[in-house]
């Protein structure tokens, strides 16, 4: 399982033991991705009906509340997510790798 890395606090709000708690949600959502789409400032992760949708419920509202910067958008089974500056990529790329896409 890859934890999100602490490289990304400055852009983040949690603390670290927030943030592994929250690497560990993706890391479980990971198992579950069945197709995902990665650009520098977009990901889009198109999971499979054995999802936990209370579990990717959960890992949406704590990243709302932690990283302002991300557009979310859940629709069924597909996560989108965007960053509008390239001061963000790196807590994108830490989400993509925490899913393992």
Do not use: N
Not at 53 to 70: I, N
Request: proline share 2%; with cysteine.
């Amino acid at each position: 399982m890859k934890e999100l890395p602490l490289a990304i606090t400055g852009v983040c709000s949690l603390d670290a033991v927030s943030m592994a708690e929250q690497g560990r949600r993706y890391a479980e959502l990971g198992h579950h991705v069945r197709d995902a789409t990665r650009e520098p400032r977009l990901l889009v992760a198109q999971f499979d009906e054995g999802v936990d949708l209370a579990l990717l419920e959960e890992t949406v509202a704590v990243e709302r509340s932690c990283c302002s910067f991300f557009g979310i958008e859940v629709q069924g089974l597909r996560l989108r997510l965007t960053v509008a500056e390239d001061r963000h990529i790196s807590a994108l790329d830490a989400i993509a790798g925490a899913l393992g896409v």
